[in-house]
């Protein structure tokens, strides 16, 4: 049941997808809670070439905290990464899997690797979503 007709960031992002007119080698997808560090770009492709065994299968992904937190992580100098490492089966009404916590990695110098992914921030290289398309009809 839509009432107001809108489906959800994952219909929004698959809609993103459709404006795609030229090939690219890589498409990073964020939330609007997202800031940007500097060199952001070359940290980010410098860090996906860095995963082993097969960087060409990967995917970075993460739910970033939310902009108005980001000072607060700042500045407690924190040297853990936060990572999505849980889940659960949410009923009636969605039906659907949900991730359910976070946890915390020391020292981590390279991606960590979860089986999840979160759609705040992706990375992936172009052809990751040709052979693995989002669902048009998975609301939210």
């Known amino acids: 049941n839509i009432k107001d007709g809108a489906k959800g960031p994952v219909y929004g992002r698959y809609m993103s997808m459709k404006l795609k007119q030229y090939y690219t080698d890589f498409i990073c997808m964020i939330d609007s809670h997202t800031l940007f560090r500097r060199d952001w770009d ?3 492709i410098k860090m996906w070439y860095s995963i082993e065994p097969d960087h060409y299968h990967a995917v970075m992904t993460h739910y970033p905290w939310g902009a ?13 990464s936060y990572h999505i490492c849980g889940s659960i089966y949410e009923g009636a009404p969605n039906f ?3 991730n359910a916590n976070g946890c915390f990695a020391k020292n981590a ?3 960590v690797r979860v089986p999840f992914f979160a759609g705040g921030f992706s990375f992936a290289p172009s052809y990751f979503w040709d052979e693995v398309p989002l669902d048009p009809y998975l609301l939210y």
């Open 96 to 98: 659907m899997v949900r």
């Open 42 to 44: 070359e940290f980010t």
């Open 68 to 80: 108005e937190h980001l000072q607060k992580r700042i500045d407690e100098k924190n040297e853990y």
């Open 109 to 111: 110098i390279k991606p």
